[in-house]
């Protein structure tokens, strides 16, 4: 059992250590929270790129990944994500343990030093960052945000949720827009930088065979750098009323259709309901015996794929499935119905049982990966849910049918989005 | 009494043992892992499409994608399909088939020797009727377009009908939505009674179990099954030159812009082992020192904007094939290659230093070791080493025993140009 133990630093840092023998590496994962908004998500999303370009003690690029590499191949890569309506950006270090490397013994230091580096001391010019860093960091950023596209599943996924969510932060791409890409400059990335690492709510995640008392004072020396108050993150609007349902297509010369329906539960992760949601997901498409994946691929022979998840900091579901363009109407009717009947608790005993052992099995094995029970120890403290693996346990085994089918009223279908071919349009 | 392979660096040991007649198992015990991942596999993948059906004598071309369509059909039973049996224990089953093996696999924390069971069954009981391969093609069908779609898939096998003339490895390992249509249950039959024998298959268990009791059931099982011996599989592979197909291949999709893939054959091939395994690592660490992440020519190549930080390179080894793959997304793909070209005639000019090559080796080191922490990679891996007659055990010491003379003979022998395809996708005009 994964137990965490918690440190404020005494610059603000959120210390979470994961202390555990079974995995070969220790992986430390520093993550600075921002609210989710128009005006800074492009900044916030090129900003780690720009900061790995290099820093004082290795100014290019390229000396920065011989250092990297020479601590036995450690990696440090950056990484921007979504949670509910903040942006998180997150830089990760993933080290072998020395136990495993006779001769060496201060592998997490040296990795820690880099960190702490490339977050603070990064190369200026000016009144600001480097600029030949930043014009070729834009140019690649500019490419992340039209590579979309191409991955057909992400980008229609995407473009639901955008859809979806037009008029909320939500909505807003992660990696932003190429319109505010184009005003950055080496100043003002650099003045978002200042604030960025001042005043972001700041959470330091150390995952390993370590000991508590070493990691401590070590992570207060090397990562002592100066902070200010942090901010205040707004909550993320989960309830929100369906006037009507959209239904948006979109032509794209494309070889399979990809049907995504976007529905609001109103259930987010801090609420006890979330549990019975999770169950409800569970029969509806997230296993071999759901119901999307057994009537829409196995009964019909529809799709390849045809599954549901939920957006747990947001409140949403999404059901995917790619589909050959003529099949629209067929698929989004066998969608629909297998909704109505979790609506009408028409669920059997297989049904139910096997996805709360399904679930119980998707708890248990994220205790052996590293990422991901960091990334439970992240989600629970954005829920304010402080529990561990038992106590999730339990609170699965005690939905019943009733739970499942009061949560079922509240899932409402609020965009139906349709990629499909030149010509294939559908209303 | 079973056999035990060690790892004293990575503090790992398997425990195996051939049971008659002649299906080897493998287990790795690793305590506090809540997670059990078991697999068993077969060398059945999608190059094996022409061979003497076993038992019978008959010589036997099959439809491409059939080894891809049988792991499909295999969950199927006479009452049912097999994911039902495995999530009622909580189990959660998948399978794959690339071009040389196709693998059955489940991952569970409980009822682990139950979820086993199910496995050895339903791997050795075989039901395909005519009308679940009927409606099988529809899913396989949205399958391979949803491939088609798919830029990375493309350039890839674009690149393969480029790099080889005759060998099926040229294929899409699950066929075309044309060559599927003329699959049966029949010829599914004849390549499961030809594929399916014990002593073509292995199996690999990794988590918190017994070894013992795990060789022992799996043994209990394949006994009471009364299998013949099976004699030598013979599969038919096309005479392959060692010249190339095509030297250019590309394609319109819709994609933000070009990517660009160069392929070098590897034309001495034919043997597999230690030998082969000691291609592949060199091969790797001349791809990590001359276009790696931390080389001159990749950071030269990302300061021009040439290319991103997904720009990759990788090796392929096998008994009968071989190729390293070069490339990625890039706004100019033929300032690119014209690029990459000079920037490896230089590295081959200068050869790797010793210091350079150390330096690889020794990333290379930390990369397996990390990679230990999945049960997942452990199992696949493991397996996919040793139906190439390769100890992935031994990893680490072919790796310390490369010498920086084999590396630079690699570098000037297997990157030159009558060897050299490439694969282009170029961004659809909008119409």
């Known amino acids: ?427 | 009494m079973n056999k035990v392979l060690e790892n004293s660096l990575l503090k790992e040991k398997i425990f195996w043992q051939r049971i008659e007649p002649g299906l080897e198992v493998f287990v790795l015990p690793k305590r506090g892992y809540n997670k059990k991942y078991a697999t068993y596999a077969t060398r059945f993948g999608s190059i094996d499409s022409h061979f003497v059906v076993g038992g019978e004598g008959e010589e036997l071309v099959v439809p491409d994608g059939v080894a891809h369509f049988l792991e499909h059909k295999l969950f199927e039973e006479e009452d049912g399909n097999v994911f039902d049996r495995f999530a009622k224990l909580g189990a959660s089953s998948n399978a794959f088939t690339n071009f040389t093996n196709t693998a059955y696999l489940f991952s569970t924390t409980a009822n682990f020797y139950e979820c086993l069971e199910i496995l050895l069954d339903f791997v050795q009981q075989p039901y395909f009727t005519e009308e679940s391969v009927e409606k099988e093609k529809g899913i396989i069908e949205q399958e391979i377009r949803m491939y088609e779609d798919n830029p990375q898939w493309r350039i890839f096998f674009n690149l393969l009908t480029a790099l080889y003339n005759e060998h099926p490895v040229r294929k899409d390992i699950a066929g075309s939505v044309d060559s599927i249509r003329l699959i049966d249950k029949e010829i599914l039959y004849k390549c499961y009674r030809t594929f399916y024998h014990p002593s073509n298959m292995a199996i690999f268990v990794v988590g918190d179990v017994e070894p013992d009791r795990v060789i022992e059931q799996v043994a209990k099982n394949i006994s009471l099954r009364n299998y013949d011996q099976l004699g030598e599989i013979k599969r038919i592979y096309p005479q392959e030159p060692k010249t190339l197909a095509k030297d250019y291949v590309s394609m319109e999709l819709v994609v933000s812009q070009p990517v660009l893939n160069i392929g070098y054959k590897d034309s001495e091939t034919g043997y597999d082992g230690e030998r082969l395994l000691r291609r592949e690592l060199v091969t790797e660490v001349v791809l990590d020192a001359v276009l790696g992440s931390s080389s001159r020519l990749y950071n030269e190549l990302y300061e021009k904007g040439l290319i991103d930080d997904e720009f990759d390179a990788g090796v392929v080894s096998e008994k009968e094939y071989g190729h390293t793959i070069i490339g990625g997304e890039t706004e100019d793909p033929e300032l690119l290659y014209q690029r990459l070209q000079e920037g490896i005639g230089r590295a081959q000019k200068e050869g790797i230093s010793a210091e350079t090559f150390e330096h690889h080796r020794r990333k290379m080191m930390g990369g397996f070791l990390k990679s230990f922490n999945s049960l997942e990679f452990i199992a696949n891996n493991f397996l996919a080493y040793h139906f190439r007659n390769i100890n992935f055990f031994t990893y680490l010491d072919v790796l310390a025993d490369l010498t920086l003379e084999e590396a630079n003979h690699r570098l000037s022998d297997h990157f030159s140009a009558d060897n050299q395809a490439r694969s282009l996708i170029l961004p659809k005009k909008a119409q």
């Open chain 1, 1 to 427: 059992m994964t137990n965490i133990r918690r440190k404020r630093l005494k610059n603000g840092i959120n210390l979470y250590i994961h202390p555990t023998s079974k995995f070969k590496t220790i992986l430390v994962q520093l993550i600075l929270h921002r609210h989710l908004k128009e005006e800074d998500v492009t900044a916030c999303s090129l900003l780690p790129s720009v900061l790995q370009r290099g820093c004082g003690a290795f100014p290019t690029r390229q000396q920065l990944a011989y250092k990297l590499e020479e601590l036995y191949g450690s990696e440090l890569m950056a990484d921007v994500a979504k949670k509910g309506e903040r942006q998180l950006v997150s830089f990760t270090l993933d080290i072998v343990h020395d136990q495993y490397l006779p001769g060496e013994g201060d592998l997490l230091r040296k990795g820690l030093s880099i960190l702490r580096e490339v977050l603070t001391d990064p190369v200026l010019e000016d009144d600001g960052f480097k600029a030949e860093f930043v014009s070729q960091e834009k140019e690649q950023h500019e490419k992340v945000i039209q590579g979309l596209i191409n991955d057909k599943h992400a980008y229609s996924v995407e473009r639901c949720l955008q859809e979806m969510c037009s008029d909320e932060p939500f909505g807003i791409f992660k990696y932003g827009s190429l319109e505010k890409l184009k005003v950055i400059s080496p100043a003002s990335l650099y003045a978002f930088y200042r604030r960025f690492l001042m005043e972001s709510p700041t959470d330091l995640h150390v995952s390993g065979d370590i000991d508590m008392e070493e990691v401590v004072s070590l992570v207060e020396e090397v990562l002592d750098f100066e902070r200010a108050d942090v901010m205040n993150i707004p909550a993320t609007l989960v309830k929100k009323d369906v006037a009507e349902v959209r239904y948006i297509s979109e032509e794209l010369d494309v070889n399979q259709g990809k049907l995504v329906l976007g529905y609001r539960t109103g259930l987010t992760y801090a609420d006890d309901d979330y549990f019975p949601l999770l169950v409800y997901n569970g029969i509806l498409g997230s296993f071999p015996h759901s119901k999307l994946f057994q009537n829409v691929r196995e009964k019909a022979g529809l799709a390849y794929y045809a599954y549901s998840r939920l957006e747990k900091h947001k409140g949403l579901l999404l059901v995917s499935a790619g589909i050959e363009v003529k099949q629209y109407e067929q698929a989004l009717d066998i969608i629909r119905r297998q909704i109505e009947a979790l609506a009408g608790a028409d669920i059997n005993d297989e049904e139910f049982n096997n996805t709360i052992s399904g679930l119980r099995n998707q708890f248990l094995v994220e205790e052996d990966n590293p990422g991901l029970i960091i990334n439970r120890a992240l989600d629970g403290m954005l829920a304010g849910r402080d529990e561990d693996t038992e106590s999730l346990l339990s609170r699965l085994d005690a939905v019943t049918r009733d739970d499942v089918a009061r949560v079922a009223e509240q899932v409402e279908l609020d965009t139906v989005y349709f990629l499909t071919n030149k010509g294939g349009a559908q209303q």
